[in-house]
């Protein structure tokens, strides 16, 4: 670029085209290894930019990326606003002048003179005439006046080595050209003056001087500088003329502060930081390290810098720009104390901020220097600081993500890993304090959010009271109310870090901050804040949570499955945010604004729920809910997705509502919840849901929602087999439907002492109740238990070993659930159906039945009832003798019902391969998946289900030859029938 712009893949020169491509490539050369912005080559190009100008520019960098293809195919990169230029091994003479100039510099200032003037001689050969020389002025006037400065500054430094050596003649010849292409540059008519002196030409020396003065008068009306003058003085008094300044001392700086030694965890990503400042290809990038306060974004970048120092022989910089801090610093004074450390006297610092940045860029040029800036707090302050050339890399650290500085590479900090922080928590108290307590000491780091500032902080309020036991602070820490309280030792102040960020935001910030800190939900999407703030624009609700991601007070998640964005607090950050909203907010205005969330989730999860189509009865009968407050088009749209997405939040939100008294909607949502839960077989989600409610409703009412909560729990427990709790919680709803007065509860609240009895295999109990609730049950009543009890009497049956005469009861049943269309209620009863058939041998109607109810799991999409359709598929090949078939079916059942924690259906699997595994002949094979059953059994406190379990291991031992363990078996079943006072018909045992 110093001359005609050219290209050569030696040998052979590679002709670029025309001059507006010889222009796009030499800025991208001057800015290589940066983004180049389209606007900015727009601007350049055109005037006035024609609408087609950016197809145009694309087709100029086509053209030229064709013309360099055969140096290399990566030359030039294509980036979302812009293009990058990467030399890679190539050259470019504008770097190597520069290279050369600075070596020349720093030689003249070590007084080899001799070696500075073959240097800048090296430099000043690159140039081949004037720079871009064959680009329009138009193009490039600005850029070739700028880049013709360096040469003549150079040429400057040549001639002050020369001085020095004493070659008089040889600088007054190379002078006088330069001269005339710059007539009014006094630092070379300087030059002039003291090599005719100190040559003995004093009277040309004067003369030169009074002919400079009618120049600078006549062209400029002014009279020459004061070194000048001084120098016309010296040489009238007949003193010698002082010596020509050399060039200031280029110095080393050193500035990188000491870093904190306890860097746990973060090795590889120190290592990949670093790698990236060494690579000479991206010479002259923008890095930026961002993350919220505490996370150690300021010993990242120090130990990257130290491990990165090999590649920055000219040293390295550091300023505090105090982003997080009221008064930030003022980037032009950072500018200033740079160009001190430069060795630029303090005289000769301009006033001027553009000229200073001017100064400064001029001498990092062909500098290798590393320039750190920690804590920025913005693109304004930060730009005055880059260097204007490449060769130096400048590493950023800031709370705010900086986006506006394109083309910068990014690294988020993440908190530390759960091993990285215990080990960062041991490296200060002692690995043997955290192995004594590890299960304290990971949740102490938990609690500190895994944050390093936090973890070290909490270290060393250890370290300072070696009394505490790591369970006591555990403890401390748990409180959320004082939390950041205990945070806090010295000058290291978790709340104090934080409280830097918070003062930075503007008032409608502060406030949504603190309502955030008021929720108890892990994550939420973008319509929780608009109700927080009242604000009508969905828009600008996404730019004040933008700020706030921005500021790293808040964690984006992105888009989540029905395409909402979501955003969570850290831990630390929320316990802030509370603790501000309970100091700046009035207590009612809290509560509201709680509760106007709570109330907006429900009404979404309502309108969900609604159009779920799960086919369950949870929430039937329940009055509708005001409509939502805000319109999420995903609870109409994808019901079932938006309740999978939220239903963690959904959680959080009912247990927010139990925990500060508003037990009813606690209530609601357990019941708007409960039929997705179930579908999708989350039954441990389901359980706690139902519980936690409950035990809200037990305080405060109202009693007939506790009714539908305490029955709907019971369904849990009865398909979870959970046999010990039933009963207790089915006499707590009897009662209550009787005080109640409500006919239809009261049924159902007999069915489920019936249900429980019966689990227990207190059978003829369990008839009774049944039948007393068959008796008085009124079929027509919305909602009626009467289908319900017709199966469980008609199971008591079966297990009496009646089943012909359970039969008919559940194709009434069938046929009621036919006619209501609840489709999964009604694939549940044709599994019951199959049941019976194959007790009755009508295997094929086994089998046709549950072709149905797969079709109905499938539609409905119930992944627990399928499997059960599969198990008892496999009940009739094993009974038809089409064993590969039946243990195929086993495979696939099996691992839903563990995943699902489904231990009814696990057992019952278990059960079935058993019983495959007698049937193909091989009863050793028989004997442990018949034990795992009937641990389970044990386990669900089912006695008959176990007694069946120890009736099919009898049979096994005996068949394999161990009569004894079969004695045993049989006589544990024998004992729990005569404890039960069943025949032995009950063990529903296959044939054979």
Known sequence: MLGPVAVWDD??????????????????????????STDRLVDALWDDPPTT?????????????????????????????GYELHLGEHGLDLVRFRELVVQGRNAGSGGDHERAAGLFADALALWRGPALADVADELAATTRALLGEERVSAAEARLEAQVALGRYDDVLRELEPVLTDHPYRERLHEIRMAALAASGRRADALAAYRALYRLFSDDLGVEPG???????????????????????????????????PLLTGRDDLIDEIAADLARTDQAGQVRVLVGPGGVGKTSLALAAARRADHAFPDGQLFADLRGGHHAPADPHAVVGRFLRTLGVGGAEVPDDRDERVALYRSHLAGRHVLIVLDDAAGEE????????????????????????????????????????????????????????????????????????????VAAARLAVHPEWTLEEFRSR?????????????????????????????????????????LLLTPDWPTWVAQELTGEPSTARVERMLDRLVEMHLLEPLGRDAVGQSRYQLHDLIRAFAAERAED???????????????????????????????????????????????????????????????????????EQASAQGHAELAGLFALRMSGFLALRAYDDEREHALEVAASALRTTGPDDLLLKILQALFAVYAQRARCGEM????????????????????????????????????????????????????????????????????????????????????????????????????????????????????????????????????EIDDELHAAYVEQTLADVDVRLGRFAAARKRLDRALPVFTTLGNADGTAEAYRTLGELAMASGDPEAAVEPLRAALRTWRQLRAPLEAARLLARLARAHEAAGDPEAARTARAECDGILADLGLPVDCLRLPRG
């Not at 052979?12 to 983004?35: D, K, Y």
């Not at 197809?55 to 606003?81: E, F, K, M």
């Open 584 to 654: 700046e907010d009035p207590e009612d205005e809290r509560a509201e604004a709680v509760s106007k969330v709570l109330s907006s989730w429900l009404a979404l999860a309502t309108e969900a729920d609604q159009r779920a189509d799960h086919h369950t009865i949870y929430a039937s009968g329940l009055e509708a809910v005001a409509a939502p407050q805000v319109a999420v088009r995903a609870t109409r749209d994808q019901p079932r997705a938006w309740l999978e997405v939220e239903r963690t939040s959904l959680t959080s939100a009912l």
């Open 226 to 260: 004061p070194a000048l003058r001084d120098l016309e003085q010296r040489i009238l008094r007949g003193e010698a003329p002082a010596p020509v300044a050399q060039p200031a001392p280029v110095t080393v700086p050193r500035q990188l502060p000491a870093s904190s």
């Open 477 to 517: 820490l748990a409180d959320q109310v004082g939390r950041l309280d205990e945070l806090s030792v010295g000058d290291l102040d978790v709340r104090a870090s934080i409280e830097l960020s918070y003062q930075a935001l503007d008032e409608p910030l502060r406030v949504l901050l603190r309502r955030l800190g």
């Open 11 to 36: 040998p052979e020169h590679i002709p670029i085209g025309s001059g507006r491509q010889r222009f796009v490539l030499a800025t991208l050369l001057l800015n290589a290894g940066r983004l180049t």
């Open 53 to 81: 100008a950016r197809p145009q520019l694309h087709n100029l960098i086509s053209n030229v990326r064709r013309r360099l293809r055969a140096a290399g195919d990566g030359l030039i990169v294509t980036r979302p606003t």
């Open 727 to 858: 009963p207790a919680l089915a006499a707590e709803a009897l009662a209550l439907a009787t005080k109640l007065g409500d006919h239809n509860r009261t049924m159902r609240a007999l069915l489920h002492a019936g249900l429980a009895a019966r689990r227990l295999g207190r059978l003829r109990e369990a008839a009774e109740m049944l039948d007393e609730a068959i008796r008085e049950c009124d079929p027509d009543v919305p909602g009626s238990a009467l289908p319900s009890l017709l199966i469980n009497r008609a199971e008591v049956h079966r297990d009496l070993g009646e089943p012909a005469r359970a039969l008919p009861l559940v194709e009434d049943a069938l046929a009621i659930r036919r006619a209501q269309g609840n489709h999964r209620l009604q694939a549940m009863n044709l599994i019951i159906y199959a049941y019976t058939l194959i007790d009755v041998h009508r295997l094929d109607d086994a089998e046709q039945a549950l072709t149905e109810a797969g079709q109905l799991t499938e």
């Open 381 to 456: 302050q930060v730009r005055p600081l880059l260097p204007g050339t490449p060769g130096c890399q400048v590493l950023v650290t800031s709370r705010r993500r900086l986006g506006a500085l394109l083309g910068a590479t990014r690294w988020s900090v993440p908190v530390l890993s759960p091993d990285d922080a215990v080990a960062l928590l041991a490296a200060v108290i002692g690995e043997q304090r955290v192995g004594g307590a590890p299960e304290a000491a990971e949740a102490v780091v938990e609690l500190c959010g895994r944050l390093p500032l936090a973890v070290c």
